[in-house]
């Protein structure tokens, strides 16, 4: 008698797909939400990315990498620019703080280059 009862107690498996379903989508749209604000997109564009992928779970994901993400000219030549260390003369990241070859710390008198 207590395995009836307790038979009935179970929801049925479709519930459980839906439940899994919804869990899947907000995982989805809250990590597209928090990468575009991590790699600083307008409000208006993290919100439209992050309502696609909640829509379209996998498939606004995939949308989200092959087209948010290509780099834009801007981080194109942002990453080109390069600065010279004063020390040894090696060509380093525009960003570095540190020389690779001499491991001396860059201070703000350095060449930049383009």
């Not at 379903?21 to 564009?45: L, T, Y």
């Not at 000219?73 to 040894?88: D, G, L, P, V, Y």
Request: aromatic share 10%.
């Amino acid at each position: 008698m207590n395995e009836e009862w307790a038979m009935t107690l179970q929801p049925p498996l479709w519930v459980w797909i839906i439940v899994i379903g919804f869990i899947v989508q907000i995982s989805c749209a809250g990590w597209v939400n928090d990468h575009a604000k991590r790699m600083g997109k307008e409000s208006p564009d993290r919100a439209l990315w992050t309502i696609i992928a909640f829509l379209f779970p996998i498939l606004g994901v995939l949308l989200y990498i092959t087209i948010a993400l290509k780099p834009t000219q801007e981080s194109h030549a942002r990453q080109t620019e390069t600065k010279t260390c004063t020390f040894c003369g090696r060509d380093l990241a525009s960003d570095a703080r540190w020389c690779d070859a001499c491991g001396r710390a860059l201070d703000k008198t350095l060449e930049s280059t383009d």
